[in-house]
């Protein structure tokens, strides 16, 4: 499996704080990927990546940030946690893009907004 | 967006033959099928990816008719540890229309 890790796994915050997941990859992969998962949805595409300082919104994208400054490190931010941000968040990066490459996924973090 | 759908749960027993179908009517003339296999508390794991006709890798195959509006993953003889959900994915022709179905979930019973 490819090298691909978070941190933190579990994170307990309250509405209105600022948080920040983060996830590493080993791969020298080009794109990287947040999805967040939650009963009865399925995986939803947050943000995605296609370069260091290159990022594009997908299905879900209000509430959130992303940044990359280095190849191996995707930064996922909520600026102000709210309840409906509870949520299992997982990474998962691709030498290339759309559907046409393996998405290798990290384990996750849940995240509890309280 | 593209958006797939699959059964929710199915139930199987071990030694037997699995099919699992997913429906993707707005596929995009460049996109590929892919199918993920997640465990609980885990990431989703790529188990097959095809274009069109038959795929076949040591652990599972995919057929796709000539339409491509659906795709069915066929487990064979599946034992108690392919217990999970698996999902079908397909991206409407852009990476930022990634959509993953909400998956089935597959027991396999003793």
């Known amino acids: 499996d490819a090298g691909i890790t978070q941190s933190p796994r579990h994170k307990v915050t309250e509405t209105g704080t600022p948080v920040t997941l983060r996830c590493h990859q080993t791969?020298?992969?080009?794109?990287m990927y947040w999805y967040r998962q939650d009963p009865g949805h399925g995986l939803r595409l947050i943000h995605y990546?296609?370069?260091?300082?290159?990022?594009d919104k997908g299905e879900v994208s209000d509430g959130y940030s992303v940044s990359r400054s280095k190849t191996e490190d995707f930064l996922l931010t909520l600026e102000s946690a709210t309840s409906s941000q509870t949520s299992v968040y997982f990474c998962a990066s691709s030498s290339g893009g759309a559907g046409a490459d393996t998405q290798y996924f990290g384990p996750g973090t849940r995240l509890t907004v309280l | 967006l593209a958006k797939t759908t699959q059964p929710i749960s199915m139930d199987s027993y071990e030694g037997q033959e699995v099919n699992i179908t997913c429906s993707h009517n707005n596929i995009a003339t460049n996109d590929y099928i892919t199918w993920y296999q997640q465990f609980p508390s885990q990431g989703p794991r790529f188990i097959i990816q095809?274009?069109?006709t038959k795929v076949t890798n040591e652990v599972a195959s995919l057929f796709i008719p000539a339409d491509r509006k659906s795709s069915t993953l066929s487990l064979p003889r599946v034992s108690l540890s392919d217990t999970a959900v698996y999902y079908c994915?397909?991206?409407?022709?852009?990476?930022?229309?990634?959509?993953f179905g909400t998956g089935t979930l597959l027991a396999v019973q003793p």
């Open positions: 990546s296609y370069g260091v300082k290159d990022t």
């Open positions: 994915l397909t991206n409407g022709g852009a990476t930022n229309k990634l959509i």
């Open positions: 095809g274009y069109k």
């Open positions: 791969e020298n992969h080009r794109y």
